[in-house]
């Protein structure tokens, strides 16, 4: 066996052949998963719930489905419990998180599989070794600082370490390179294979059925909600289904019917074995993720399991999964893994003389954000999806399974789970194309990724709208939500080329591309601009009679029955009184509505609305999001463009705010002019036929050349909303809260003769108070130019004590300072008072900044603006 000193210093491939891996025994899982699956299956003809996998995913969901007392549930697995992806897991329980809920999650994995030896009298292997996080540069740095103030006040205990307190605490580490790091003591590994056997064990002793060798072949569907599954071992009727196939759960989602689409691809994920090193103690020292090269390192038996993220992976099965594929594994792949070796060697000196025991290649499911795939299908009533976990399985499953078995037998979970919500994808991102390409990414956000939205540069261009080319021929810089391609920002087009990768470079300070956006701000305030705002979800509801009215009536709080040509803002509320859906609904005809929503919302709103149709089919409801352009026409002299444009008035009078009318305009006939900019400036967004965007767009331009008209993007309109604390939903709130909490309570109208869905709710939250309210940060004392700027997740402090988190945040170049949304909270009910008349300091990356707090926008932020 050669050492890995000498493997690196030859080329790598030559030595591929005496690394051949050895048997499965050496790979981290237990012989219970060795086993094969009995050919003996009965069938029940019925349940009610059928999970697809036998994997840590769907033995959690069966788990706590029995615990909740849910005992008529199968669980069918094609091969044998854990032989998909689970088995290889190296099972590591990390509980630090850059996003809130996926860190509950993760704590509630950790109670479980602790919990379970005692319970179930097998060994989950579960123990506490603590982990350490390494930083090499400041912005790494910084990001780990970042998540140790959130984590130290809602999460798990951390601490920052210095260089030598790193190596005291492992001091097989190479630390010269080293800025700093994060110390989380009570981050965990556990036995994957035991603790799926555990799980299982328990949740038959609590009534559920697992049978093993059983493929899922068809899911059907009857009036829109699951009604049987097909097998290959006949067919078994089912109220619910969970698809936890793992790699295999798109496969699972084309087989239904109607198609599920869950998007996800499988990648290689390699970690290699070494024999016993001298100076490596069994279970002795925390595990280390160093970031930076991409890898974690794990003591294995007195040598080290060391893993690897790539920045760009490699896809697999782009043809298919092969069909026999009970515990896969794959041919290694030393070149891939030759860069993670290779820093392997630069943390761990001990490591250059000692032998290679395995290299283990096998597969691993992503989603196209790194983020897993969770809750209801919106094809189909009582499907749900948990798939898709992006190599974190075992660290989310134990709580994922938890909030799946809540909304199943509950009708809702107790946590919000939208980041991860399988509904944020679209039709579009289920293409298997785009998914092979856009995992090759997605696979290294985990580890390499420091931006809060990633900017991927894999499946680019799936949505554009038809100005697309013609913003770029201008300098448009070109982000994606949701994906659809929108102008974040403009810049200089001769410079573009030369340094556009230094302006998108992530960084926590100031950005580079801040003049750019600072000078688009103030043409929206000062003259007139153009903004592309065709990615919004657009629908259309009507009805022959008044059915389409009363519906809308039914579904949202405010005022639906208005007069034609009005627009309202209004909600969409659940039973609990909080946000389904955050929309603008204009009234076109006595029974026909335009309904915009945020661009994230687009299947989300439209299952809301079709969910709660009538059944008799008299109310249609259409999404036309592709159909067409929206431009919004914004700031003072926007109505002095568009008149010059038409025959019709834009006048204040003739067309006011929150109004909306069929126009011509240039060439273009039937185009939307909407008098909300969603910016609170004024002007108009117009919906535009797609085939007459680009006539539209260019008159706009001509008739705007002596107005000094200029294109500006989504950064601009984030600064203008959050100085005019325009709240968003999944960025500052979600369905969890009410308008009380937001805000906008003056958009319920408790006095319409309607019993809107949430009323009941809204009614007791109004007579007990509200216990957590959104509000409005200037930070007092911060220099833009010199320390590192707020990007959400900040924790607040009201009176030293910690309150809430910040949600979105932007420069106010009216204020000349950071403007923040956030939530402060109080366990009695709060009022005006309570949350203006208190001292508050923002932490930043540990750095504290004092802060005032406002229930309302400032004067100069919405001074000359029209505020709906």
Known sequence: MQTIARSVAAPLQRYAPIWTACSRSLCPTSYLACRRAST?????DRAKVVICGGGIAGTSVAYHLAKLGWKDVILLEQGSLTCGTT???????????????????????????????????????????????????????????RVHAMEKEIGSPCEMLTPSEIEKLVPYLRVTDILGGLYSPSDGRTDPTNTVMALARSAKANGVRILEGVQVSKVNSENGSVHSVDTSHGKVRCDYFVNCGGQWARDIGLRSNPTV????????????????????????????????????????????????????????????????AEFLSLEEDWDHFAPHLQGFLKRVPLAEKAEVQQLFNGPESFSPDGNFLFGPAPEMKNYFVMAGFSSKGVALSGGAGRLMAEYIAEGRPSINPWSFDV?????????????????????????????????????????????????????????????????????????????????????????????????EYWACRESVCLMDMSSFSKFELESEGPE???????????????????????????????????????????????????????????????????????????????????????????????????????SLMDLRPFTIRDISIGYANDVRALSVTHAGEDGCVLYIPNEKAVNVYKSLMSAGKSYGIRNVGYYALRWLRIEKFFAYWADDFNDMHTPFEIGREHRVKFDKDVDFIG?????????????????????????????????????????????????????GPSLGKMVLLGWVTNSEPLNHDYITKASYEIDVAGQKYTAKATLYPHKQATRHALIG
């Not at 994995?109 to 379970?116: C, F, G, H, K, N």
């Not at 080319?469 to 448009?476: D, F, W």
């Not at 940060?777 to 010199?786: A, N, V």
């Open 548 to 650: 389409a009215t009363a519906l809308l009536q039914k579904l949202c709080p405010n005022e639906m029955d208005m007069p034609i040509g009005t627009v309202a803002h209004t909600a969409m509320l659940n039973e609990r009184g909080g946000y389904e859906n955050d929309c603008s609904v204009a009234r076109l005809d006595h029974n026909k509505y335009f309904i915009i929503s945020p661009t994230i919302q687009l299947r989300r709103c439209f299952q809301w609305i079709s969910q709660h149709l009538p059944a008799d089919g008299s109310v249609q409801l259409r999404d036309v999001t592709s159909q067409y352009t929206g431009i919004n026409v914004l700031g003072p002299r926007a109505r002095s463009v568009l008149q010059r444009l038409t025959t019709t008035s834009f």
């Open 40 to 44: 003996q299956v009965e069938l029940p």
């Open 759 to 811: 009323k009941a709710a809204l009614l007791k939250h109004k007579q007990e108070g509200i216990r957590c309210r959104l509000t409005q940060f200037t930070l007092e004392d911060h220099d833009i130019d010199y320390h590192l700027w707020p990007q959400g997740g900040e924790p607040i402090y009201r009176n030293g004590q910690f309150t809430g988190l910040v949600t979105s945040t932007g420069y």
């Open 87 to 145: 088995w290889h897991s190296v099972g590591l329980v990390g509980k630090l998180s850059k996003n809130p809920t996926l860190g509950t999650l993760v704590r509630w994995s950790a109670e479980l599989y602790e919990a379970l030896k005692e319970e179930t009298g097998i060994d989950t292997g579960y123990r506490v070794p603590g982990a350490v996080m390494l930083a090499q540069t400041q912005n790494r740095l910084t990001s780990l600082k």
């Open 261 to 324: 689409r869950v998007p996800l691809h499988s990648v290689k994920h390699q970690y290699m074995i070494t024999k016993p090193i001298e100076g490596v103690e069994p279970q002795k020292y925390p595990y280390v993720r160093d970031f930076d090269f991409g890898n974690y390192m794990i003591d294995w038996g007195g040598g080290l399991l060391v893993g690897s993220f790539t920045t760009k992976g490699i896809p697999l099965f782009y043809e298919g999964i092969p069909e026999k």
């Open 423 to 519: 509904r944020r994808f679209t039709d579009y991102h289920n293409n298997k194309a785009f998914l092979r390409d856009r995992v090759m990414e997605s696979e290294g956000l985990l580890y390499h990724s420091l931006a809060s939205e990633p900017d991927f540069e894999t499946g680019r261009m799936l949505r554009c709208s038809p100005l697309y080319s013609a913003q770029r021929e201008l300098g448009a810089v070109f982000g994606e939500r949701c994906g659809v391609e929108r102008p974040v920002y403009f810049m200089d087009v001769n410079a573009q080329e030369e340094f556009y990768h230094e302006l998108q470079r992530p960084t926590f300070g100031k950005p580079g591309w801040f003049d750019y956006v600072n000078e």
